[in-house]
């Protein structure tokens, strides 16, 4: 059959990385071929139905395999190319007074009585899972601005459409095909429906918060190395570290908080 052969060709396309192009001839392939199902409906012949049928869930099938991996490393790609202007989105949105935390002890040393112990046996992740579950909504909508552009380039915005528009015609053959024969009665398929860009802007915030994940264990392994980076370099190697315990911190740590050793005054102060 023809739709065989250009689909073995799409194929080659794929080995030598024209995805693009494999995906594009796969979706003429689907959207031919849902024509002629209908016609091999009405012919009445049941062989042929289901010969017709199966031509059309193959070529589905490849169209769909064709933008899997592009699908797969969106979230990926589009990352890699922000990475800067998505890290300074994320800092702008929690540098501030709009998000609150409550029982931060929790958070870095995990139970009561939060010592040594609690703080070892603390989930590494503890602090970047507060700080999405706390601003994942403002940071979907803040990075869609950020990202929109390679949104509207990337291989997978240029495909999608093309896809859906011929699983369309395909549900819809299959749909009058069920209207006509009892046996595939309760078969019928609705539109698919996906919001392209939403799902991006998910996928590279895992991509995003993946990262995060990996730089907080870092942290926590050895915290001295990034006090500098901080604005309380000497107290933030003991808050994670669980030593001394919670409940061994005195007035004198949160009036020195600041405090820098290297300079022997706050950060902020002449």
Same mark, same amino acid.
């Given at each position: 059959m023809q739709w065989i052969k250009k689909t073995e060709q799409a194929k080659d396309w794929m080995g030598s990385g024209m995805a693009a192009e494999a995906a594009k001839a796969a979706?003429?392939?689907?959207?031919?071929?849902?024509?002629?199902?209908?016609?091999?409906?009405?012919?009445?012949?049941?062989f042929m139905m289901e010969k017709g049928l199966t031509g059309l869930g193959a070529?589905?099938?490849?169209?769909? $395999?064709?933008?899997?991996? !592009?699908?797969?490393d969106v979230g990926k790609d589009i990352f890699n190319d922000k990475k800067d202007a998505i890290i300074e989105c994320y800092c702008t949105i929690i540098d501030g007074e709009k998000f609150k935390i409550?029982?931060?002890q929790n958070t870095v040393r995990g139970k009561a009585p939060w010592g040594e112990a609690e703080y070892k046996a603390c989930d590494t992740s503890n602090c970047v899972r507060l700080m999405q579950n706390l601003c994942l909504a403002e940071q979907k909508t803040e990075m869609l601005k950020i990202v929109q552009d390679r949104i509207n380039e990337h291989i997978v915005t240029r495909v999608w459409n093309d896809l859906i528009k011929a699983y369309e015609k395909c549900i819809e053959a299959l749909n009058k095909i069920t209207t006509q024969y $009892?046996?595939?009665?309760?078969?019928?398929? $609705? !539109?698919?429906?996906l919001d392209l860009g939403e799902y991006i802007v998910?996928?590279?915030?895992? $991509?995003?918060?993946k990262l995060m994940m990996d730089q907080e264990a870092e942290i926590r392994k050895e915290p001295s190395k990034f006090a500098k980076k901080t604005k309380m370099p000497e107290v933030f190697p003991l808050l994670f570290s669980g030593n001394p315990a919670y409940d061994a911190f005195t007035l004198s740590h949160y009036a020195n908080m600041e405090r820098n050793k290297f300079l022997g005054v706050p950060e902020d102060r002449p």
């Open positions: 979706l003429d392939i689907a959207s031919k071929t849902a024509d002629k199902v209908t016609d091999v409906a009405a012919s009445a012949s049941g070529a589905l099938d490849f169209a769909i $395999e064709a933008i899997d991996k !592009p699908f797969a409550t029982d931060p $009892e046996i595939l009665k309760g078969l019928e398929r $609705e !539109p698919f429906k998910h996928q590279t915030i895992v $991509e995003f918060y």
